[in-house]
């Protein structure tokens, strides 16, 4: 039951030492330091200490009988008293970051969302796989990209490729697509795919990156082993890179 207490306690935020000489105050009742230090099993000094930290919380108070100082614990429910005091602290810290709240992200957007790109990184076919959900996020609904699809064939199966179509499909993405393979030109646009395709020769583009522009985001993936990417949230580098893969998309080059 004892330890039981004390677990409860230190949930409560008290400390190891406060639990012990809380609970042994409350054993008994009004008793001078050295007691209570012994009944729990911490040294006088650090007990001393405790108590005074408890008599400045109201847990404690003293009082001095003939030549001696006695310690007497306040009724347990001033600690539910000092829980709801702290509930309204803390309240209060609430109400006040939600109104300083604004201000400071805006701060934050000056230096970290609108001057300083942000990049995230991502490894392993499974971090592959997280950069295709993000472009399915897509608030345009639409995606550039450039890709090597030998080194696509390489990394998703025929089946997963046609998984993520048909995800892509259903949430309304549409992609334009700047493609080289070894088999030549093989991919067709679609309408119901919503896909255009531009094929370029593999001796222009033998690269195993894939570059893909969604809003402001630029994802750059390698399917070379060790397979990784990187997404860089920026709006300058974003419209950069999809202004010329429309040029590339839209001129004759083959």
Not at 1 to 13: N, P, T
Not at 78 to 106: F, G, H, M, Q
Request: net charge positive; proline share 3%.
């Amino acid at each position: 039951m004892e330890e039981q207490l004390l677990l409860k306690l230190r949930s409560l935020g008290f400390s190891d030492k406060e639990s012990k000489v809380y609970l042994a105050s409350l054993k008994l009742g009004s008793a001078p330091i050295q007691k209570i230090a012994k009944l729990a099993n911490v040294n006088r000094a650090t007990t001393y200490v405790v108590v005074q930290g408890f008599m400045d919380r109201s847990l404690m108070s003293s009082y001095t009988k003939g030549k001696k100082r006695l310690f007497t614990p306040e009724s347990p429910d001033k600690i539910s008293a000092i829980i709801k005091a702290y509930k309204v602290k803390i309240e209060a810290k609430e109400n006040t970051i939600n109104e300083i709240l604004p201000a400071l992200s805006d701060l934050y957007d000056t230096t970290q969302g609108g001057k300083r790109p942000q990049v995230k990184f991502y490894e392993g076919k499974s971090g592959l796989n997280a950069v295709r959900e993000e472009v399915l996020k897509t608030k345009s609904k639409e995606a550039f990209s450039i890709f090597n699809l030998d080194s696509l064939e390489g990394v998703f199966t025929a089946e997963e490729r046609a998984a993520f179509t048909k995800k892509r499909i259903t949430k309304k993405v549409s992609t334009h697509s700047i493609y080289s393979s070894s088999k030549g030109d093989i991919l067709t646009d679609s309408k119901l795919d919503r896909s255009l395709y531009k094929y370029i020769d593999k001796s222009k583009y033998n690269s195993p990156i894939d570059i893909t522009v969604f809003d402001d985001n630029l994802a750059i993936t390698s399917f070379k082993e060790p397979m990784m990417s990187v997404i860089i949230q920026n709006e300058s580098i974003a419209n950069a890179i999809r202004q010329i893969l429309t040029l590339v998309e839209k001129s004759d080059t083959k």
